[in-house]
């Protein structure tokens, strides 16, 4: 239930932002409120996700809030229904210099993956790894780090929709 609240959030999250960028015009009206949408980064390849995730892991405002995180590589997905994150131990889970966390992103026949709020879900479930590894998928770490990682990414107008979404969805 928590992760079909957590992707309808989301997926009213990335509408808003489409439905913005179609008229032209980042003002939206929000429960009530305006609100000012910031651009959303949009990219070409897995090589364009990769060196936006090496800039938000550098950001300063993550390193000093996720401190000592280990990298994260992105590569091309053959799929194009999903993006993942994927964390794997070397082969007797005993060295962690081994273990590799990676973005799994769909290049062809979609573009919905290719955009920052997906990737920033995904660098999300790679912070919360990294503070606890047998943390829920999409559990309320998961919500409470991708609203942080939006607010010290995007901007806090990003983190409250996405926090009043949750709230809307019963995303704990």
């Known amino acids: 239930m928590q992760r079909a609240r957590v992707y309808a959030a989301e997926n009213f999250v990335r509408t808003m932002f489409d439905r913005a960028a179609e008229r032209g015009n980042p003002v939206v009206d929000f429960f009530g409120a305006s609100l000012t949408l910031p651009p959303e980064a949009r990219f070409s390849s897995s090589e364009t996700v990769q060196r936006y995730v090496d800039d938000v892991l550098a950001h300063p405002a993550v390193r000093e809030r996720w401190p000592g995180v280990s990298p994260l590589r992105v590569r091309a ?7 993942h994150y994927e964390c794997t131990a070397d082969a007797d889970g005993r060295d962690e210099a081994r273990a590799a966390a990676i973005i799994a992103v769909p290049e062809r026949g979609t ?17 919360v790894h990294q503070v606890n590894e047998t943390a829920a998928a999409h559990g309320h770490e998961f919500v409470v780090t991708f609203c942080e990682l939006a607010a010290a990414v995007m901007g806090p ?16």
């Open 77 to 83: 997905r053959r799929g194009h229904t999903a993006a």
């Open 111 to 127: 573009s919905w993956a290719l955009r920052e709020l997906v990737v920033l879900h995904e660098i999300a479930h790679h912070l």
């Open 157 to 172: 107008e990003v983190a409250h929709v996405l926090r009043v979404v949750y709230a809307k969805e019963g995303a704990r």
